[in-house]
């Protein structure tokens, strides 16, 4: 090593009394710390041969999706009607759109709100020969490779002394917590249970087709996670569906129900009006009783309108299905996904190359500047 110094500063100052870099030079000189690139090469490829052999073995399990739009309520009626009452379009906004942008769709699978109905959910592990839940597979069965229990290592000694000196630490009372539907509270078990779930499940959007990836240690674990996200998101979408199908039923019922008011309260004046002025000839009564006439017709449209929307939800509400179609299902791997020995194993070997390469740089950039500054 030290003779190869010597012949780094040997090269540094001819090139300096030259000012110019002679590349076959630099080329002799790095290649004569051939041993040390090795070295370091071996060593970093070693550091990834340890991660590679304590790295879990992991399944990956494809599933696809395919997004339909759901046809909306029919408008024309309605928009008929909003010429007549002057109602515009009821509020209702535009029924052909989609409940959830498809776009969103991948964003919601990686959301903690879906993912907590996961937790607790069952597969099935060859290893303990029983059904457990995500949460438990989580926090007591999941596998690491070495480094993730290296650089856990400080924390955890950390928590555990400061543990030991501070006693137990109180668990907040959930009970005084509001139980409103946009509030979401965690224990840490749960939130690291969903933090790894999210690095378990791939979500991408491919045009019209939704691809869902999981991975778990076992093949069957895999495919039946796999199952359960698909199986929850529908569901979750039907709920959006039926939701906003509702909230229009809704409106369209109160419009209905109104309107019927206002019939009954236009054709009892009407009537009234009738009973009265009987066996009265006159036009200013005449005028008048067509004037009625023309408000109980104006009312009675608009009512009729609203009953044949408010049937035409109710159908829509017991017809609401969900956006997905399953294009193709789940099927249990049988080749591991996960290490990719050889890719990694290549990739691990590069990279010690030029680790090893950019050290000798560096020491060439060090001793530039100590031969610089020794100089001045």
């Known amino acids: ?60 399990t494809t599933s696809k999706l395919l997004m339909e739009q759901p046809a909306g309520l029919n408008n ?28 969103l769709i991948p964003e919601l699978l990686m959301e ?14 060859e290893e303990v020969q029983d059904s457990i839940t995500l949460f438990d597979f989580v ?32 668990i907040p009372d959930k009970t005084n917590i509001p139980k409103e539907r946009n509030i ?37 674990a895999s495919a039946m996670l796999n199952d359960i996200l698909v199986r929850h998101l529908k569901e979750y979408l039907t709920d959006i569906i039926l939701e906003k199908e509702l909230k229009n039923f809704n409106f369209i019922k109160e ?16 009537a009234k009006f009738r009973d009265s002025n009987r066996g009265i000839n006159s036009q200013l009564v005449k005028t008048e009783e067509d004037r009625l006439q023309s408000d109980f017709n104006l009312e009675f449209n608009v009512y009729n309108s609203l009953a044949q929307q408010l049937e035409q939800s109710r159908i829509k509400v017991q017809e609401a299905r969900p956006l997905l179609t399953i294009f193709q ?10 290490p990719k020995y050889l890719l990694l194993g290549i990739a691990f070997l590069f990279l010690g190359g030029i680790i090893g390469f950019l050290f000798i740089f560096g020491l060439l950039v060090y001793r530039l500047l100590k031969v610089h500054f020794s100089d001045d």
Do not use: C
């Open 329 to 338: 299902k789940p099927q249990v791997p049988i080749i591991p996904s996960e």
């Open 76 to 103: 024309k009626a309605l928009g008929g009607l909003a010429s007549i009452s002057g109602l515009g379009n009821l509020g209702l906004g535009d029924q052909n759109s989609e409940a959830l942008p498809a776009e």
């Open 139 to 170: 926090n007591e069965y999941e596998k690491h490779h070495f480094y993730f229990y290296l650089l856990r290592l400080p924390s955890l000694v950390k928590s555990t002394l400061f543990s030991s000196e501070q006693g137990p630490m109180a």
């Open 255 to 270: 419009r209905t129900e109104e309107a019927k008011i206002r019939v009954e309260k236009t054709q009892n004046s009407l």
């Open 184 to 220: 979401l509270s965690f224990e840490p078990a749960e939130r690291k249970t969903i933090s790894q779930l999210k690095k378990r499940i791939v979500v991408e959007k491919e045009e019209r087709l939704l691809v869902i990836q999981t991975k778990m240690h076992e093949s069957l």
């Open 112 to 125: 903690s709100d879906f993912l907590k109905n996961l937790m607790y959910e069952n597969v099935y592990l």
């Open 1 to 60: 090593m030290k003779g190869n110094i010597k012949e780094l500063d040997v090269f540094i100052l001819k090139s300096l009394k030259q000012e110019e870099v002679n590349l076959k030079a630099l080329i002799k000189v790095v290649f004569g710390f051939k041993k040390w690139i090795l070295l370091i090469t071996l060593f970093v490829f070693s550091l990834g041969l340890l991660y590679l052999i304590t790295a879990p073995t992991e399944y990956s």
